[in-house]
């Protein structure tokens, strides 16, 4: 699978921001599609899951009420809906494949290139 994360910019603290996922070569819907991020000198931090049917959702406790990840399995799309943004939401952000909901990134199969988002204070 080939995935693709685009939608990563530069804003200020408060506003929102929409990440998506592309993905190709393979069937999407058998792959539940994790999010995570990666700030300078960390480790590459979990953000959240979707399973493959999109009916479920899973995330990370710091981001819980603000983000939201979807998707639509007719197009091979993922997205991350991210509200109320912080500082410390500054990241390059992740989009990655597994055959289940996973929180580790050790777990998942295939990894997009990342997508840097800023926020300012």
């Known amino acids: 699978v080939q995935l693709q994360a685009s939608g990563g910019g530069l804003v200020q603290a408060g506003d929102s921001l929409r990440l998506s996922c592309a993905a190709s070569g393979h069937t999407f819907s058998n792959y539940a599609v994790g999010w995570f991020r990666q700030a300078p000198g960390r480790e590459r931090d979990y953000v959240g899951a979707?399973?493959?049917?999109?009916?479920?959702?899973y995330y990370a406790s710091s981001v819980k009420g603000r983000f939201t990840i979807s998707r639509d399995n007719t197009k091979n799309m993922a997205y991350l809906q991210m509200n109320s943004l912080k500082p410390e939401d500054t990241a390059v952000y992740y989009c990655?494949?597994?055959?289940?909901?996973?929180?580790?990134?050790?777990?998942?199969?295939?990894w997009g290139q990342g997508t840097q988002v800023t926020v300012s204070s």
């Open positions: 990655a494949v597994t055959m289940g909901p996973r929180s580790k990134a050790s777990e998942y199969d295939y």
């Open positions: 979707i399973d493959w049917s999109g009916s479920t959702t």
